[in-house]
């Protein structure tokens, strides 16, 4: 029992209780089981940090490196008086031969001795893997910060711990990524397959409305590619000099500005537009794209079906409305539902902040 375990102090033993359910759920695509798991897994972890940063000491910085093939995952904690004030995470790309060592020194260039932001550093940043250039680094940020810094890879006590605990969470970091990587490739074929494109799909975007009885309506424009959601290229849009409530003119508005943009500014389009949302929805869409010459792009409404249940949506084709029949356990209805959904939070949260304006 993993409260017994959590009394006993046997943590790790949590970690590894959780961490092979939390894989199968992924393999079988019940990512909501996955990030409870997960969520689990890092509570413990924040437990163990807090306990591990208890005393007094210097400020210190850990860079660990995991990789695997060609993935790699780089996480970046910091300690500030004792307390553990969190981590951020990196997955470089391109990384090829490149070693854990190579790596982490990359990393340590761009970080330290690059970063304008950058004002206070560490007394000490512990590293996972032991590096060329250590003291070269040393010195740089010493003659052109007048700050001392010690990059240790060999450590003992309190100081094996953090970078321990750090290490593991590296490498449990890029098992989920990998492992969501292979299932949204799974889940792009049977799209594709689903929707019988010639080529594979690689840039998908999807629209949501958001209002509160017709007051305050925005847009919402999420962007998908082969690796997941690009959200630097997300968008809002507040919809201005419509009806309220109107659903059909929101969208119409949103295509037109969001493809106009884009052909202007040279972008590339995408292959498919989803659509929370039915026929209506999709017939304006369809004819803003007629106007703007794009009716080559194809687009998917998600309409709620009968029973209205969350799995139980209607899929409609932008060729003559059809009704597309996807089984709900079909690995292509999942990603279309997540990618909805995406769309539909990201609607919300500009849905408040413009509430909030207006206050």
Same mark, same amino acid.
Do not use: W
């Given at each position: 029992d993993n409260a017994v375990l959590f009394v006993?102090? @046997?943590?790790?033993?949590?970690?590894?209780?959780?961490?092979?359910?939390?894989?199968?759920?992924?393999?079988?695509?019940?990512?909501?089981?996955? !990030?409870?798991?997960?969520?689990?897994?890092? $509570?413990?972890?924040?437990?163990?940090?807090?306990?591990?940063?208890? #005393?007094?000491?210097?400020?210190? +910085?850990?860079?660990?490196? !995991?990789?695997?093939?060609?993935?790699?995952?780089?996480?970046? $904690?910091?300690?500030? $008086? #004792?307390l553990n004030l969190g981590s951020r995470k990196y997955y470089p790309r391109h990384i090829e031969e490149q070693s854990e060592s190579d790596l982490i020194q990359a990393f340590l260039s761009q970080f330290y001795l690059n970063n304008k932001k950058l004002k206070k550093y560490p007394a000490e940043i512990l590293v996972s893997h032991d590096i060329d250039e250590k003291t070269l680094v040393e010195t740089v940020i010493y003659e052109k910060f007048k700050q001392n810094i010690k990059i240790k890879y060999k450590v003992r006590g309190e100081r094996a711990k953090w970078l321990s605990i750090a290490k593991e969470n590296a490498a449990l970091d890029l098992r989920q990524k990998l492992a969501i990587n292979e299932n949204l490739t799974k889940r792009y074929k049977a799209l594709q397959d689903?929707?019988?494109?010639?080529?594979?799909?690689?840039?998908?975007e999807c629209f949501?409305? /958001?209002?509160?009885? #017709?007051? /305050?309506?925005?847009?919402?424009?999420?962007?998908?590619?082969?690796?997941?959601?690009? @959200?630097?290229?997300?968008?809002?849009?507040?919809?201005?000099? =419509?009806?309220?409530?109107?659903?059909?003119?929101?969208? $119409?508005?949103? =295509?037109?500005?969001?493809?106009?943009r884009l052909i202007k500014e040279n972008n590339i389009l995408p292959d498919l537009i989803l659509i +929370?949302?039915?026929?209506?929805?999709?017939?304006?869409?369809? @004819?803003?794209?007629?106007?703007?010459?794009? /009716?080559?792009?194809?687009?998917?409404?998600?309409?709620?079906?009968? /029973?209205?249940?969350?799995?139980?949506?209607?899929? =409609?084709?932008?060729?003559?409305?059809?009704?597309?029949?996807c089984d709900s356990a079909s690995p292509a209805l999942h990603l279309i539902q997540h990618i909805r959904d995406e769309a539909h939070r990201f609607a919300i949260v500009a849905h408040r902040q413009k509430r909030k304006k207006k206050r």
């Open positions: 006993e102090g @046997k943590k790790e033993k949590i970690v590894k209780a959780l961490t092979k359910p939390m894989q199968i759920a992924a393999d079988e695509l019940d990512y909501e089981k996955a !990030a409870k798991l997960r969520d689990q897994i890092r $509570s413990v972890r924040e437990i163990q940090k807090k306990q591990y940063a208890g #005393g007094k000491v210097n400020d210190v +910085d850990i860079v660990v490196c !995991a990789k695997n093939n060609n993935q790699a995952c780089i996480q970046l $904690s910091f300690i500030r $008086s #004792g689903l929707l019988s494109f010639a080529e594979p799909i690689e840039k998908m949501d409305i /958001s209002h509160m009885q #017709g007051e /305050s309506t925005v847009g919402s424009c999420v962007v998908f590619g082969k690796n997941g959601a690009i @959200k630097e290229q997300y968008r809002k849009f507040n919809i201005e000099n =419509i009806t309220k409530g109107d659903d059909y003119a929101a969208t $119409s508005q949103i =295509i037109r500005r969001r493809y106009m +929370d949302g039915g026929k209506g929805q999709i017939n304006v869409a369809k @004819k803003e794209l007629d106007e703007l010459q794009l /009716s080559h792009i194809l687009i998917l409404g998600i309409a709620k079906g009968p /029973s209205r249940k969350a799995g139980m949506e209607n899929l =409609i084709l932008s060729i003559d409305n059809e009704i597309i029949e």
